[in-house]
């Protein structure tokens, strides 16, 4: 789904090149000229970056509770004061014979 302005961005050229948009909440083909369609994409953009905003504050979190309960690094450069060691074969199995 677009977010934020990037619907009413794009509905131009969608426009422009005969494409029509067809979105299920309004049951059908999406009518520029119609005040209530542009009003519930909005509405619909605004949820999506809702959900957006809220998946990345649970990814963080669970990131930071592995770094946390697992001493886990979550990648990027070594932190100042750590050293990178082997960890020896991966636990699984399965993903140990992948490497």
């Known amino acids: 789904?677009?977010?934020?302005?990037q619907?009413?961005?794009?509905?131009?050229?969608?426009?422009?090149y005969g494409v029509d948009l067809w979105v299920p909440e309004l049951g059908g083909?999406?009518?520029?000229?119609?005040?209530?369609?542009?009003m519930l994409m909005s509405v619909l953009g605004g949820m999506s970056e809702y959900e957006?905003?809220?998946v990345q504050a649970r990814?963080?979190?669970a990131m930071d509770a592995q770094v946390i309960n697992e001493g886990r690094h979550?990648?990027?450069?070594t932190p100042y004061g750590y050293k990178v060691v082997d960890g020896g074969p991966h636990p699984n199995p399965?993903?140990?014979a992948e490497g």
Request: glycine content about 8%.
């Open 1 to 5: 789904m677009l977010v934020g302005n």
């Open 7 to 16: 619907f009413s961005l794009i509905a131009p050229r969608f426009a422009a």
């Open 29 to 38: 083909k999406f009518d520029a000229r119609n005040p209530s369609h542009k």
């Open 52 to 54: 957006r905003q809220h």
């Open 59 to 61: 990814v963080r979190a």
């Open 74 to 77: 979550q990648g990027g450069r």
């Open 94 to 96: 399965r993903k140990a």
